[in-house]
C-alpha cells in the first residue's frame, strides 16, 4: 500500500525544519555576541584594575560616546540593511552591503574626525582619550557593520569568526597597553584590533566597502535611516547625558561606579545584544511566513531576556567579596551596591527589546521613533533626578523605574502597529 501524506503531515516536518533554522541563527548571535563581550569586558576589567576608579570614569565617558556614534551609524548604515535585506537573494544582499559598509566606515571617519577636534580642545585627563577614540572609529564602526551583514544574509557564523579575529587580536594589544598604563593606550588597544576584524571581514565578505555608494543608500533608505538615526541616538544619548551629568553632580568616580556594576551584567548583556544582532532579521521572518505569530513570538523575547536578567541579577548577589575583588578591584565595594537596581533596569530593557524588534520587523519606524525617545526622556530623567535625590544609587533606581515606564509604552506601540498591520492585511485581501 502507497502510505498518504496529508497536508498536515507535510506542514510538521516543515515547521520543525524552521524552528531549528532559527534557534541555529539564533545560537550564532548568542556566540558572536559573547565573544564580543568577552573583549569588551576583558578591556573595562583591565582598566578598572590598572588605573583606579577615577581613570575608569575616563574610559567609561569615552565609551558611552562611542556608543552614540555607534547608533549613528547603525540607524543610517545598517539598521535599513536588516530591515529590507534579510534573507533576499546573495546579488541583491552583496550589493545593499557594499554601500551600507561604505555609509558605517563614512560615518566613522567624519565622526572621528569631530571627536580629535573634541579632545584637542579638552585636554586635561580626558582629552587624550577622545583623540584616540576618533583615530579609531572608522574601524570600530566597519567591524560592527560587517556583523550585521552576516546576520541579514543568515551567516551567523561568518560574524562569530570575525568577532573572535578581534578578541585574538585584542591580546597583544592589551598587553602592550597594560605596560604603557594609560586611558587612552587602552581605547588604542581596543580600537586598532577592530580594525584588523574589519579588515578580514573584507577578506570573508570578499565585498569593498564603497564610500561612493554611501551617499545614494542614506538617500534611498532615509524613510527608516533618519528616524532610526534618531531614535538610535536618542537612546544612546540618553546614556551619555547620564554619565556626564553623573560626573558633574556627584563625580567622576561615579560614573566609574555605574560601570562597575554593568560590567557585573555584563555575560548576560551578551546574552542581551547578541539576540538583539538576529531579532530583527528573524521577526522579519516570522512576519512574512506567519504574521499572526509576531506578538508571541516578540513576547517570548522581551519576556525571556527579562527572566534571565532577573535570575543572573540574584547569582550575583551570592558572589563573596573576595572573587569581586579578585575581579574589579576598587571598584568592586561600590559598584556591588548597585547590583539590585541595575539588575531591574537591565530586565526592563530587556522585556522591552522585544517590542522594538517587532516594530522594527514592521518598519514602523514613526511608533519606534515615538516610543524610544519616551523611553530615552524617561531614562535621562530618572537617572540625574536620582543622583540630585541619592547620588550614585538614586540615579540607578531612577534608571531602574525609567526602563520600565519605556518597556509598557514599547508594548503599546507594538500592539497599535500589530492592529494596523492587520487591517492592511483584511483591506487588501476584501478589496
Not at 580626558?126 to 557593520?145: E, I, S, T
Not at 531576556?305 to 541579577?313: D, F, N
Request: net charge positive; with cysteine; proline share 3%.
Amino acid at each position: 500500500m502507497t502510505p498518504v501524506t496529508t497536508e498536515k503531515g507535510r506542514t510538521r516536518p516543515r515547521a520543525a525544519a524552521a524552528g531549528r533554522a532559527v534557534a541555529g541563527r539564533l545560537s550564532w548571535g548568542l556566540a558572536d555576541q559573547a565573544v564580543s563581550s568577552i573583549g569588551n569586558f576583558a578591556v573595562g576589567v583591565y582598566v578598572a584594575r590598572s588605573l583606579g576608579v577615577t581613570a575608569f570614569g575616563v574610559f567609561s565617558l569615552a565609551w558611552v560616546t562611542y556608543g552614540v556614534v555607534l547608533n549613528v551609524s547603525r540607524g543610517l548604515a545598517t539598521d535599513p540593511l536588516m530591515v529590507r535585506f534579510s534573507g533576499v537573494p546573495d546579488a541583491s544582499w552583496r550589493g545593499a552591503v557594499a554601500r551600507s559598509s561604505g555609509a558605517a566606515l563614512g560615518a566613522g571617519a567624519a565622526l572621528g574626525a569631530a571627536s580629535v577636534l573634541a579632545g584637542l580642545a579638552l585636554g586635561g585627563r580626558v582629552g587624550p582619550a577622545f583623540v584616540c577614540l576618533g583615530v579609531v572609529l572608522p574601524g570600530l564602526l566597519l567591524q560592527d557593520a560587517w556583523r550585521f551583514a552576516f546576520f541579514a544574509a543568515g551567516a551567523g557564523r561568518k560574524a562569530f569568526v570575525n568577532d573572535l579575529v578581534w578578541g585574538v587580536a585584542l591580546v597583544p594589544a592589551l598587553v602592550l597597553a597594560a605596560r604603557v598604563g594609560s586611558v587612552a593606550a587602552f581605547v588604542l588597544a581596543w580600537g586598532g584590533s577592530a580594525a584588523v576584524a574589519a579588515a578580514y571581514g573584507c577578506l570573508q565578505s570578499g565585498i569593498r566597502p564603497r564610500l561612493t555608494g554611501a551617499r545614494a543608500w542614506v538617500r534611498e533608505h532615509r524613510d527608516l535611516g533618519y528616524r532610526y538615526l534618531v531614535e538610535n541616538v536618542s537612546n544612546s544619548g540618553a546614556s551619555q547625558l547620564r554619565a556626564y551629568g553623573l560626573g558633574v553632580i556627584v563625580g567622576i568616580g561615579a560614573v566609574g561606579v555605574v560601570r562597575g556594576a554593568e560590567l557585573l551584567l555584563g555575560p548576560f548583556l551578551a546574552v542581551l545584544m547578541g539576540l538583539s544582532l538576529v531579532t530583527v532579521a528573524e521577526t522579519a521572518r516570522v512576519l512574512r511566513r506567519a504574521p499572526h505569530r509576531v506578538g508571541a513570538f516578540c513576547l517570548a523575547l522581551g519576556g525571556g531576556q527579562a527572566v534571565a536578567a532577573l535570575l543572573w541579577g540574584g547569582a550575583l548577589l551570592l558572589v563573596p567579596d573576595r572573587a569581586g575583588e579578585l575581579v574589579l578591584g576598587g571598584v568592586w565595594s561600590a559598584a556591588s551596591q548597585l547590583v539590585v537596581p541595575v539588575t531591574l533596569g537591565v530586565a526592563g530593557a530587556g522585556l522591552g527589546t522585544g517590542a522594538a524588534a517587532g516594530l522594527r520587523a514592521l518598519g514602523a519606524a514613526r511608533r519606534s521613533l515615538r516610543a524610544q525617545l519616551f523611553a530615552s526622556a524617561c531614562y535621562v530623567g530618572g537617572g540625574l533626578g536620582g543622583a540630585v535625590v541619592a547620588g550614585t544609587a538614586g540615579s540607578a533606581w531612577g534608571v531602574a523605574a525609567a526602563t520600565a515606564c519605556g518597556s509598557a509604552v514599547w508594548w503599546l506601540h507594538l500592539r497599535s502597529a500589530l492592529r494596523e498591520h492587520n487591517d492592511s492585511i483584511r483591506e487588501v485581501r476584501t478589496s
